[in-house]
């Protein structure tokens, strides 16, 4: 069999291909919707309630910045699964790996539900909590990796930016649903939203993952691996073999999302903090101007996705990179007039200059990696950023707030964050470019 690219008749009739296509697609969004709905929550969580319901008697920002910490674990684990389910992912196949991810995380999520507070049980309360953000962040780091090579390898290598962009809504879908879920369970319990109404929207997961597993196992596995598969070329340590040939691609992977990612969780996540704390404004406000952004993302996304394959993946992205570091003071400057619509303005925008990096940036960083060796090493240089750059954001964000009570230094360092990215961005392969897997994966055997 021939890959995917070669026409759209490589794995039997055209109409079973065309169906097949539109199964990866709507499985990998529909799976990645619910893996990030499950991530976000924990960090709207993170910001509302986890201070008081497991970090009680803290200092306000030291409780605060408690609670980030045990989000930073989700983040830090986000390698690790990358790792873990990149090797299987080159080894047996995308389509086995995803479904493993999705019962991780929603397992995960739904025990959060349940999980007695600090008053309850003392300080097992957070530290079991940290033990399940640890499960989060190992299921979202396998996750990335095979929902965006399901899609892409399914697609024409003409439109692999707009093929690769659609699990990207997972973003925007996951924090729309998961915003929207805290929105109505804060209004519809009022007080008690603190006590127990948080927990609906944790375990309302169980539901989302039996309908990501029903999508999902109806999918066929990608052609292009398929066909790697058929030629006996499945590398025996894709891991391994990746990071021996193409560290550098890895750590340009890493750092060219400094920009898209840090400033990522600061508009969605530290800004719910920054609302309620300095700015002294009610939640209900910031999380429907956040709605309302990630509405936008569902068009903005794909939008971008489809301008990569136009004019190039590098010129795209890094516009948006250009854009986020300029709105690092504005940013701030039209939260701080505590103006509705401003505010409405800032949040949006922010996450528009976010998506402009976003929609092709699946394709950029996957086409570096050959087909044999691209669900490790992509998967791994998608994931690092998380250790560098999402994780750390919030807790930078509450600490610089913390220590000067002012929003100067996180502007400053959103700025230093798009430096950073453009420095990688100029320095990455270029897109489309895939790079020949090494002899010695390509000649390894197929077994596990």
């Known amino acids: 069999m021939t890959s995917a690219d070669a026409g759209p008749t490589t794995t039997g009739p055209q109409t079973l291909h065309r169906t097949q296509r539109r199964r990866a697609v709507v499985a990998s969004t529909v799976g990645t919707t619910i893996e990030w709905y499950d991530f976000f929550l924990y960090g709207t969580a993170a910001a509302l309630v986890f201070p008081h319901v497991f970090f009680p008697g803290s200092e306000p920002y030291a409780g605060i910045i408690a609670s980030f910490g045990t989000q930073f674990v989700g983040f830090a684990a986000r390698p690790v699964g990358a790792a873990i389910f990149g090797h299987y992912g080159d080894r047996i196949g995308r389509k086995a790996t995803l479904v493993v991810t999705l019962l991780i995380m929603g397992i995960g999520t739904a025990l959060i539900g349940v999980l007695p507070g600090y008053v309850a049980i003392g300080v097992a309360a957070p530290i079991l909590l940290t033990v399940l953000r640890l499960l989060q962040g190992v299921a979202v780091g396998g996750e990335w990796g095979g929902s965006v090579l399901l899609a892409m390898e399914w697609g024409s290598q003409k439109r692999r930016g707009f093929m690769a962009s659609w699990p990207q809504l997972g973003v925007p879908l996951g924090l729309l649903l998961s915003t929207g879920m805290v929105q109505l369970l804060s209004s519809t319990t009022g007080e008690s939203f603190t006590t127990w109404g948080w ?212 502007s400053w360092y959103i700025v230093g964050c798009a430096v950073v990215s453009m420095i990688a961005l100029v320095l990455m392969p270029a897109a489309g470019a895939t790079r020949t897997p090494a002899p010695a994966a390509q000649a390894a055997s197929t077994k596990t």
């Not at 398929?226 to 040939?245: G, N, W, Y």
């Open 199 to 410: 927990r609906i929207p944790f375990l309302a997961s169980i539901v989302l993952v039996g309908i990501g597993l029903y999508v999902r196992l109806r999918v066929l596995e990608s052609p292009e691996f398929t066909a790697v598969r058929q030629k006996q070329a499945v590398a025996r340590r894709p891991l391994l073999e990746v990071i021996r040939t193409q560290w550098r691609d890895i750590l340009l992977a890493a750092f060219v999302r400094m920009s898209e990612q840090a400033p990522f969780y600061l508009f969605v996540t530290f800004v719910l903090t920054y609302g309620t704390s300095k700015l002294k404004l009610e939640r209900s406000g910031l999380l429907n101007a956040t709605l309302v952004a990630a509405a936008i993302g569902l068009v903005s996304v794909p939008l971008f996705g489809y301008l990569s394959d136009r004019i190039g993946r590098k010129l795209m992205y890094g516009i948006g990179v250009v854009a986020t570091g300029a709105f690092a003071f504005p940013y701030f400057g039209l939260l701080d007039s505590k103006i509705s619509g401003l505010m409405l303005l800032a949040i949006v925008v922010s996450l528009i200059f976010h998506d402009m990096q976003y929609g092709p940036q699946a394709a950029l960083i996957a086409e570096v990696f050959g087909t044999n060796v691209r669900y490790s090493g992509a998967g791994l240089g998608y994931q690092l950023a998380s250790v560098i750059a999402g994780g750390p954001a919030p807790l930078i964000a509450a600490a610089i707030l913390a220590s000067t009570g002012s929003s100067t230094g996180i």
